[in-house]
């Protein structure tokens, strides 16, 4: 990531000179840029910031002006992050796995029925859906994630109030949930989620 990019948050203020120009990746988020989330060019990751329901992924709630390692996604290869509202958080490692923590108050984390509520304040990897499948791309909308298989298929789960979920219907999804029809699943994905912020 440049590090004028990356010095227009307040949030990587404190930060010395040598730690930002580690960084290769980077997710900003909260209501005024107050989290962080970052990946450094050794594949560590690190997190800073408010900590809102356990977004930073440090097993945690604690807040820290100062980066704290993410254990559980270091050297895992993430090449992209995404958040949502609450926050929830993902992440999307080069061999198509998806990582998630932070608010779950609708499932949006995708970890299924018996982990519906509360934060996942440590990153987890989502199973069973995706068993031998490849994701190419992840998304967060407010409350719901969408993501995109390598041979264009579409997922997503979590909040469905108005129908973002693309399912056809308005049930929340806890885990995640193939959508039919391709043309519905990219408006989904267009319209409903945050694709880079």
């Known amino acids: 990531m440049e590090l004028p990019k990356l010095s227009r948050w307040p949030v990587f203020s404190l930060l010395s000179l040598d730690f930002l120009q580690s960084v290769r990746l980077g997710c900003v988020f909260g209501s005024a840029g107050n989290e962080a989330v970052v990946v450094c060019v050794n594949s560590d990751v690190y997190a800073l910031g408010s900590n809102t329901n356990g977004c930073l992924g440090v097993g945690d709630l604690r807040s820290s002006l100062q980066p704290r390692k993410v254990d559980a996604l270091c050297g895992k290869g993430i090449v992209h992050l995404a958040y949502g509202s609450g926050p929830h958080v993902v992440a999307l490692t080069s061999s ?43 998304s967060c909308g407010g409350h719901h994630t969408v993501a995109v298989t390598a041979s264009g298929e579409v997922y997503s789960w979590g909040y469905n109030n108005c129908g973002q979920l693309g399912t056809g219907d308005t049930v929340n999804y806890t885990a995640p949930k193939r959508v039919e029809g391709g043309a519905l699943g990219r408006l989904c994905n267009y319209y409903f989620s945050n694709r880079e912020r």
Not at 109 to 132: E, N
């Open 96 to 138: 198509g796995d998806i990582y998630s923590w932070g608010h779950n108050g609708y499932g949006q984390l995708g970890l299924g029925a018996s982990v519906t509520t509360g934060q996942g304040t440590i990153p987890r990897k989502l199973s069973g859906s995706f068993s031998g499948v490849k994701i190419a791309s992840v």
